[in-house]
């Protein structure tokens, strides 16, 4: 079963910092994502990637696959980013998560 | 479109009651989920289906049963409900397997008592 490590668990910031997410995960994956979960508890599909890097906005993903790692940035943060970031493994069967990273922006 | 919807919102039930969790998607997606949210554990796989007519179990199956009523919709029905199953739940879909971004339904909060 894969297992797929985040850090950090919880991060505060100011707005306008550049911020980073980080995923690891144990075996190799079809697929990586992340996820959004704001506090009113919906979750939001960010990125799929399996390889390279990508660019939505603000938010970029980057994977590593040999060193079975991805990163999620957000650049110029704002306080509507507030909210948790979970990446996950995903294979046939479903996705496997991290537990999550909680963001908080300060203005 | 709808999306991902579930019913109900929010429910209270006592030990040993049973209860059905309602999940259907409007995307034509091949591929359903349930998921539980703990805090600490994160969420965790309890039942998928890959395609209509298809379910397996996933990390967490113990105490639930699903169906897949049709392609669009995919219920977990709890038998006997124990203090433990007191979780979010949350419904997913996606084209096709893990491979493909999944669409999440808003959760139903369940307290057992």
């Known amino acids: 079963k894969n297992e797929v490590e985040q850090s950090p668990q919880n991060l505060t910031a100011q707005e306008g910092e550049f911020i980073t997410i980080n995923c690891s995960y144990s075996v190799g994956i079809s697929a990586l994502h992340w996820l959004q979960q704001h506090p009113g508890g919906g979750i939001v599909s960010l990125f799929m990637l399996s390889s390279g890097k990508k660019k939505h906005g603000r938010l970029i993903a980057t994977i590593n696959i040999q060193e079975k790692h991805s990163s999620l940035h957000i650049t110029a943060s704002h306080p509507r980013d507030s909210a948790v970031y979970i990446c996950a493994e995903g294979g046939a069967d479903g996705l496997t998560f991290g537990k999550g990273t909680h963001l908080i922006i300060q203005p | 479109n709808a999306g991902v919807t579930q019913t109900p919102k929010f429910q209270v039930l006592k030990t040993g009651q049973s209860m059905t969790l309602q999940c259907a998607q409007d995307m034509n997606h091949n591929s359903m989920y349930w998921y539980r949210q703990d805090p600490g554990m994160g969420l965790r796989l309890i039942y998928y289906s890959a395609s209509e007519g298809t379910t397996d179990k996933g990390e967490v199956p113990n105490g639930y049963n699903v169906s897949r009523l049709n392609k669009r919709e995919f219920s977990l029905r709890l038998e006997s409900a124990a203090p433990s199953q007191t979780s979010v739940y949350f419904c997913?879909?996606?084209?096709?397997?893990?491979?493909?971004?999944?669409?999440f339904g808003p959760g139903t909060r369940l307290l057992v008592l």
């Open positions: 997913a879909s996606g084209i096709m397997g893990g491979s493909e971004t999944q669409y």
